[in-house]
């Protein structure tokens, strides 16, 4: 049984910390921080604390961070309320998130202030002990290329426009921590040069872009690919595209669904043998469906089928996902076989790096939050703390 007094003892497990695999090992929680991890034969007799003992062949991992989510459990971002934040917050330690970026999508200017305004307040006052902890708010659109809308709302899509960003950026508290935008549109740069200046991660996503256009985003401060393959141009022989300049440039990190649906192992695999652990980030992607059954949703405004957990527009468009970060883990390693630390590094390490938190998230480690998940036997997520409070055990 495990109190409320945050003083928790958890131990017989695989330790996964700072690359390094400790067996037997045992992880000390007090007041919402990892405060000692080590070999349980070495642990000295202290304070009475509260016990959890796991079977040898469970592994202890850093929460994952999701740094594009849209929604679970039958809510959005783009709900704009509080209560859809509430549930997203308790939903995502079943699938192992701690902590995760609410993401927007393209719509009309005042349903996204709406969110904005909302994401932002809610931030500003949440108490994530024992829930997911919301980081920040990733910008997706508006301001893409049409031509690769994908389940953005054309009729809502406008150029980068950097005024009306500062006034968004105002709006949320100073919370957009990411933003999706499309280089090679007008004023596309320029955002991208005040993003870089001011700490915000600036990604190309749902965009045209050739490879000299990508380059000169990057050289603008562009450090981050949205949904690698997906709503992009492409690698061809005679133009690398934003897929093939991803691939050249360790500059970029990027993200990708390892659902098998957004992108075939086989690319999955072909990815990770030019990017590595440390260039690629796992995210979900995912909607409202996600939890839910097979049905017809809302995703900005838009009608969208969800059968099998593949989730389409009425014109067979890929319309998000409904994956969940544990399985995005599990599916890494099986199209891949890249190693658990490998995985651990696209799941929580990396994003934690971007979003300049690795001080304090994305391992397990001395002084760092408390953020852990128990994987069982086969690796499911098993139980879930964030900052030290039990937020799901199965």
């Given at each position: 049984m495990i109190?409320?007094?945050?003083?928790?003892?958890?131990?017989?497990?695989?330790?996964?910390?700072?690359?390094?695999?400790?067996?037997?090992?045992?992880?000390?929680?007090?007041?919402?921080?990892?405060?000692?991890?080590?070999?349980?034969?070495?642990?000295?007799?202290?304070?009475?604390?509260?016990?959890?003992?796991?079977?040898?062949?469970?592994?202890?991992?850093?929460?994952?961070?999701?740094?594009?989510?849209?929604?679970?459990?039958?809510v959005d971002t783009m709900d704009g309320t509080k209560e859809a934040l509430e549930i997203m917050t308790e939903a995502l330690p079943k699938e192992g998130t701690t902590s995760f970026l609410v993401t927007t999508m393209t719509q009309e200017r005042e349903s996204i202030e709406k969110a904005l305004i909302n994401a932002g307040e809610f931030i500003t006052k949440q108490r994530s002990h024992g829930k997911a902890e919301i980081l920040g708010i990733h910008l997706e659109g508006p301001f893409v290329n049409s031509k690769m809308a994908g389940a953005q709302p054309i009729q809502y899509i406008i150029d980068p426009d950097l005024s009306l960003f500062k006034k968004w950026q105002v709006l949320s508290n100073g919370n957009i921590k990411l933003v999706t935008l499309a280089p090679e549109r007008p004023g596309g740069l320029e955002l991208i040069r005040y993003l870089k200046e001011n700490g915000i991660i600036a990604s190309i996503g749902h965009t045209d872009a050739t490879y000299a256009d990508v380059n000169e985003a990057i050289v603008a401060g562009a450090s981050h690919v949205t949904h690698l393959?997906?709503?992009?141009?492409?690698?061809?022989?005679?133009?690398?595209?934003?897929?093939?300049?991803?691939?050249?440039?360790?500059?970029?990190?990027?993200?990708?669904?390892?659902?098998?649906?957004?992108?075939?192992?086989?690319?999955?695999?072909?990815?990770?043998?030019?990017?590595?652990?440390?260039?690629?980030?796992?995210?979900?992607?995912?909607?409202?469906?996600?939890?839910?059954?097979?049905?017809?949703?809302?995703?900005?405004?838009?009608?969208?089928?969800?059968?099998?957990?593949?989730?389409?527009?009425?014109?067979?468009?890929?319309?998000?996902?409904?994956?969940?970060?544990?399985?995005?883990?599990?599916?890494?390693?099986t199209f891949t076989e890249c190693t658990l630390n490998e995985a651990i590094e696209m799941a929580s390490v990396n994003p934690a790096k971007e979003l300049k938190i690795y001080d304090c998230k994305g391992s397990i480690a001395q002084g760092k939050d408390a953020d852990i998940v128990i994987l069982d036997d086969h690796l499911e997520v098993f139980m879930t703390f964030c900052r030290g409070a039990l937020a799901f055990k199965k």
């Open positions: 109190s409320k007094q945050n003083n928790i003892l958890l131990k017989g497990f695989q330790v996964y910390t700072n690359g390094t695999i400790i067996d037997n090992g045992y992880i000390k929680i007090k007041n919402q921080k990892v405060v000692e991890v080590g070999k349980t034969e070495e642990r000295t007799i202290e304070e009475a604390i509260d016990l959890v003992e796991f079977p040898s062949n469970f592994k202890a991992i850093p929460g994952f961070i999701d740094v594009h989510i849209h929604g679970v459990n039958g393959y997906n709503q992009m141009r492409g690698l061809h022989h005679r133009e690398p595209g934003v897929v093939g300049t991803a691939f050249l440039r360790d500059e970029l990190k990027a993200e990708i669904i390892v659902d098998g649906l957004h992108v075939c192992p086989e690319m999955v695999q072909l990815a990770f043998k030019q990017k590595r652990s440390e260039g690629l980030l796992l995210i979900t992607d995912s909607m409202r469906a996600k939890c839910m059954k097979n049905g017809k949703y809302d995703l900005g405004g838009q009608e969208v089928f969800v059968t099998n957990g593949k989730a389409v527009l009425e014109n067979g468009t890929l319309a998000g996902s409904t994956l969940k970060m544990g399985c995005a883990v599990k599916n890494m390693l």
